[in-house]
């Protein structure tokens, strides 16, 4: 019953027309809304983009994912794929074509961007998932993901704060935190 449950739901999904300024996801067979983020975290993802080599990966904002075996659509801040891995088209972008995720948690998201997501992005075999936290001042590093439905998980898991070097050795960049802002 919950597979036709979720297949109405990711229909319904698929044709829903959100208002201006909303971004919507599909998240474990669950309509998630959101008002546009902060100044504040539009700046993080702007400074992790410009620190990604374009030619060789592509680092894209809005872009949806194909999670396979999950009813979830999510739409993470950034998703970094290599180039030659790009789809020529589509709304959706496959899981396994992914390097990277990154989110950047706002007062609204963190248990999705901390718990939710984490084991969406990890049953989905995404390499790499960057956690950005302005509240906290730190980005979290989560890598070797394991495992399938909400059991999914990253064996690997590396904090740093703000200002300190980053690394992301999927990409083969150390990421400068220099220049992120933080939220009270």
Known sequence: MTAVDDRRMTEYFESFEAPEGVKVELLRGEIVMMAGPDVVHNLIVLFVQRQIPVGRWYPLQTQDVDIPAESSEPQPDLVV????AAPESGRLVP???LAMVVEVVSKTSKLRDYVTKRSI???????TYLIIDPFQAKCVVLTEPFGAGEEADYRTERTSKFGEPVPLDV????LDTTEFDTLP
């Open 81 to 84: 794929l290599p180039s030659e």
């Open 95 to 97: 899981a396994s074509a």
């Open 121 to 127: 992005y990890a049953a989905g075999g995404i390499p």
């Open 171 to 174: 990409l083969g960049v150390t």
